[in-house]
């Protein structure tokens, strides 16, 4: 209950809510724990367990109120809200809290560093001081962000301007220029990033997938990890793999217990040993807020294992997060923190029952346990979970199941391919090489557990999507106690699995038979489908996310294409690039002859290089024919410069025809590119059944344009939310009143067209993106 409650607090927004409710939770699971488990002496009658909880409750209230209070009013203090307030430029002394992480800017450019510091002292153009220190992030595009290392003391100057609110952070700084060192960050910190940065190193010579996977799955450090594998980990519930926490912690400091025990040490030799192993762990995968929870429980469990109480590692949680929320209120809506004390509580409360369970019903010992294991942590994780994602994973268990030989050994030697990486490279890279097999592995079940299908059900998200969950878990777990309601159970959870997943698998009747178009719903971008034959399609353009544009291809059931068109190089028609090549063979890639913005087309052309695939620019008049698709190149007529946004009015403008259906692919042709081709073509020249209208429906069209194309079937990629007002309401009233249909990724999910007959019709395949912006 107290892991549940402060799930909800991570849920909520407001940094006094959160951080009271879950010390509510922490003083009840610790003073219920410590007194149930006999450490408060006998368990006392229910009037006298009334009377604890009751107090329990009191006391965190208390606690967590004023702990909360204290550091929002610090937060909140008057001199630093008014330069925030102003977005004042300033000088700003600060002292960096945590590595810089690489962010994504709005073109998808990763130059942008983050880092979380403490601003320690800020000056104001006036030259007016103001003290105190206050938790701040810091946005940076200079590359000597990247070298510094947390404890570092440095001077940057920058604008203010306001956090996101819901945490403790008070500013947001945006240096321009680099930082001013002043001293060396404290030797541990160096020694960890010395250590860090020789497991980078140790990695390089691996594959993409386990190379980028092993640092952060023994330090957490994910700045390699290819987005494809990520986007699979969350896909099938393995992403805590990648974020240190409670297994990685029990991994390391298990390994030295056992090597304590087999040198026959004493309980207090191999505890101070441990103690030792877990500081210098904790030091080098950095102090995020679930390596400190489970730092601070194992160091609880040590003592406690030290004095021959090892029954005692409920209340050493219960402990543990009360102590961790009244010293820093703002873990208490950290997501990773609630999930590891979830996880943990499930581990502790219900995987010991259900080991014992299984093993007086015959199953063995080791197999007992890894299958109570995975299962009580996802039981407890799964509200959480189901309020963040807004899905239920259906896959989560099984995956986590199958991994669960692998973590330890690749854990291990990632450890001990960082420590010796500084006085012997080759050894590490063998260490890494060696653990490089088990991570493998770990690539290998995410990426199948990820192709599932149904391997996700959507849910409600939030508050009630948690709650809800919530109540389902523990009536489930209420009705298990019972035989005949276990029966019940399992009876009608078969029916509906043996019922749906059929029909969900068999006839879910995507893709509609005769589909000559599909507009995947990618978000805010683009990304369009044109059958070839069975399992292969023309693809044109990725989206803006590997995941999207990926589910998409998969959805559709396309194993290879055929041709990879680029219409042009920004962020939301080639960011998803990887997706298209994952697991699939791309032939050919064709991209505009302008290879602006850069980025883009780096990003491009890496992607094709990896895999293997031909890439070239073509002009106007290229054309491809495969199947039953014939694609023509129509635009842009001669380059276009000066205009309002030049890789725009460069797009490739596309005339395809596929079963006698004729489609224009304007991309992200703007008026002025609309204008040209309407005075290089004839009149009919770009007349089309259907029309992916550009730029995901913004104002920026040419009538003449659209009365020309005169489509019958008007598709609209565009991400729900978007903040550019896109589509235009006039833009979708002209082509209605044109007697188009009109149709939205938006609101309707997949779109596709259908060939009926001699006419055309529309069906969508109901899967939305989520939220972009």
Request: aromatic share 4%; hydrophobic share 50%.
């Amino acid at each position: 209950m107290a892991a549940w409650l402060a799930a909800l607090a991570g849920l909520h927004q407001s940094a006094t809510v959160m951080a009271t409710l879950a010390a509510v939770a922490a003083g009840l699971g610790a003073v219920l724990g410590l007194h149930l488990c006999g450490l408060l002496g006998r368990p006392a009658a229910p009037a006298r367990r009334y009377g604890w909880i009751a107090l329990a409750v009191l006391l965190g209230v208390v606690c967590g109120a004023t702990a909360a209070a204290a550091r929002v009013s610090v937060r909140d203090a008057a001199p630093v809200r008014a330069l925030v307030d102003e977005r004042a430029q300033v000088t700003a002394a600060l002292v960096v809290r945590d590595d810089p992480r690489p962010i994504r800017g709005a073109a998808g450019r990763p130059s942008t560093v983050l880092l979380r510091a403490d601003l320690v002292r800020l000056t104001d153009s006036a030259g007016q001081r103001v003290a105190g220190s206050v938790r701040g992030l810091v946005l940076a595009t200079d590359p000597a962000w990247r070298a510094l290392l947390p404890g570092q003391r440095a001077t940057a100057r920058g604008r203010l301007s306001p956090p996101r609110g819901g945490d403790l952070t008070a500013a947001v700084l945006s240096a321009t220029g680099p930082p001013t060192r002043h001293g060396a960050p404290p030797w541990p910190q160096r020694a960890a990033g010395a250590l860090r940065a020789g497991l980078q190193r140790a990695c390089e010579p691996l594959p993409d997938d386990q190379g980028g996977l092993l640092p952060g799955l023994v330090v957490g450090d994910t700045s390699r990890l290819p987005p494809a594998v990520e986007e699979d980990f969350r896909t099938t519930g393995m992403t805590h793999l990648n974020a240190v926490s409670g297994s990685n912690v029990a991994i390391v400091v298990g390994a030295v217990l056992l090597l304590a025990r087999w040198a026959r040490a004493g309980p207090w030799t191999a505890a101070v040993l441990c103690v030792v192993a877990l500081v210098g762990f904790v030091i080098l995968v950095r102090p995020s807020p679930s390596v400190v929870r489970a730092a601070a429980m194992g160091a609880i469990g040590l003592a406690a294992l030290a004095a021959g109480r090892s029954r005692a590692a409920l209340p050493a949680l219960a402990a543990a997060v009360t102590v961790l929320v009244l010293v820093d209120p703002d873990l208490a809506g950290d997501p990773g923190f609630t999930l590891s004390v979830c996880a943990t509580a499930g581990l502790l409360l219900l995987a010991p029952g259900w080991r014992d369970a299984l093993r007086r019903r015959g199953v063995p010992p080791g197999l007992a346990e890894a299958l109570a294991v995975p299962a009580a942590a996802q039981l407890a994780c799964g509200p959480v979970i189901a309020g963040l994602s807004g899905t239920v994973s259906l896959v989560a268990v099984p995956a986590n199941l199958l991994v669960v030989p692998a973590v330890a050994p690749a854990t291990v030697l990632g450890v001990i391919a960082a420590i010796v990486s500084p006085v012997w490279p080759a050894g590490a890279e063998l260490a890494a090489w060696l653990a490089s097999w088990p991570a493998w592995w770990l690539v290998v079940v995410a990426r199948q557990g990820a192709r599932l299908p149904a391997g996700t059900l959507p849910w409600p998200g939030g508050v009630t999507g948690a709650l809800l969950l919530a109540v389902v878990s523990v009536a489930l777990l209420l009705a298990a106690r019972r035989q005949l309601l276990r029966r019940l159970v399992a009876v009608c959870t078969a029916a509906v699995v043996l019922g749906a997943l059929p029909v969900r698998l068999l006839a879910s009747g995507w893709p509609p038979p005769g589909w000559v178009i599909v507009a995947c719903s990618v978000g805010q971008g683009d990304a369009v489908v044109l059958p070839v034959a069975g399992g292969r399609a023309v693809v044109v353009d990725a989206g803006p996310d590997p995941a999207g544009v990926d589910g998409c291809l998969r959805r559709l059931g396309v194993r290879e294409v055929s041709l990879l068109v680029v219409s042009h190089f920004h962020a939301d028609h080639v960011g998803g690039i990887a997706g298209v090549f994952r697991g699939r063979r791309v032939a050919d890639v064709v991209t505009p002859q302008l290879a602006e913005p850069s980025f883009g087309a780096s990003q491009v052309r890496v992607a094709a290089q990896a895999g293997a695939a031909r890439l070239r620019a073509v002009p106007v008049g290229w054309g491809w024919r495969a199947g039953g698709v014939e694609l023509t190149v129509l635009g842009p007529p001669y380059p276009l410069h000066g205009s309002r946004s030049d890789p725009n009015n460069n797009s490739l403008v596309l005339a395809a025809t596929v079963a006698g259906v004729r489609i224009l692919l304007p991309g992200d042709a703007e008026t002025e590119e609309q204008r040209a081709l309407m005075g290089a073509l004839p009149s009919d020249g770009v007349r089309a059944d259907v029309l992916k209208v550009a730029h995901h429906g913004s104002a920026y069209q040419d009538p003449e344009f659209l009365a020309a194309v005169r489509p019958t079937v008007a598709l609209v990629s565009v991400g729900a939310g978007n903040d550019y007002g896109h589509p235009n309401p006039g833009l979708l009233d002209r082509l209605t009143r044109a007697g188009a249909r009109v149709l939205r990724t938006d609101t309707d999910g997949d779109l596709a067209a259908v060939r009926d007959g001699a006419g055309l019709a529309v069906v969508t395949g109901g899967v939305r993106s989520g939220r972009r912006r």
